[in-house]
């Protein structure tokens, strides 16, 4: 389609709280001059430009309203600029990127375990004597990700840990006040 640059805006001529009258002007001046020219010095103009209102619309407390048949008042609608569009699109953005972070680090914390266990299963194996239960296991675990959250540690191996004992971990870690 054809780019319309306009330069004029366009303005509300307002006679006692109504629209009387739209008009294109080069600037407020004049358009408040035309008003005043055609209604008397009670009438004024109103930059319109970016709603859509209509000849016989209110005007109150700085909105406009079109009176419907049942004569409610409803408030005509802003119409943005393509910069306030832009600028609110970017606001969105970073609200939605603000939220994949947070489910981001949250998918993080619950993968503690798989994810951040730097030490192989040699120093696991080390530590658990004799055939190792689930429980010696998991306080295993539990000791390296406390050291690791303690220290700051990065445990950078990915040792799949079966759900059984990652949830066991988890409730060690828990039953220490340790979030994960």
């Given amino acids: ?56 619309d209110l005007y109150e407390g700085g909105i406009f309203y079109h009176i419907l048949e049942d004569g409610t008042k409803m408030p005509v609608e802003y119409i943005p600029t393509e910069k306030e569009l832009i600028e609110n699109l970017n606001q969105k953005i970073v609200e939605i990127q603000n939220l994949l972070t947070d489910i981001y680090e949250l998918k993080l914390s619950m993968n503690y375990i798989l994810v951040l266990l730097k030490n192989t299963l040699t120093e696991i194996s080390d530590k658990l004597s004799g055939t190792p239960d689930m429980k010696s296991i ?41 979030n994960v």
Avoid: Q
Avoid at 18 to 24: D, L, R, T
Avoid at 26 to 36: E, N
């Fill in 1 to 56: 389609g054809m780019e319309i640059i306009m330069s004029n805006n366009i303005y509300a001529i307002i006679f006692e709280n109504v629209v009387k009258n739209i008009i294109v002007a080069d600037d407020y001046s004049l358009a408040d001059t035309l008003a005043k020219a055609s209604y008397g010095n009670d009438a004024f103009a109103v930059d319109s430009s970016r709603y859509a209102t209509a000849i016989g």
């Fill in 138 to 178: 998991a306080n295993v675990y539990a000791d390296l990700i406390e050291r690791s959250i303690k220290t700051g540690e990065i445990y950078k191996s990915i040792e799949e840990v079966p759900d059984l004992i990652r949830d066991s971990v988890r409730n060690i870690l828990i039953n220490r006040n340790i």
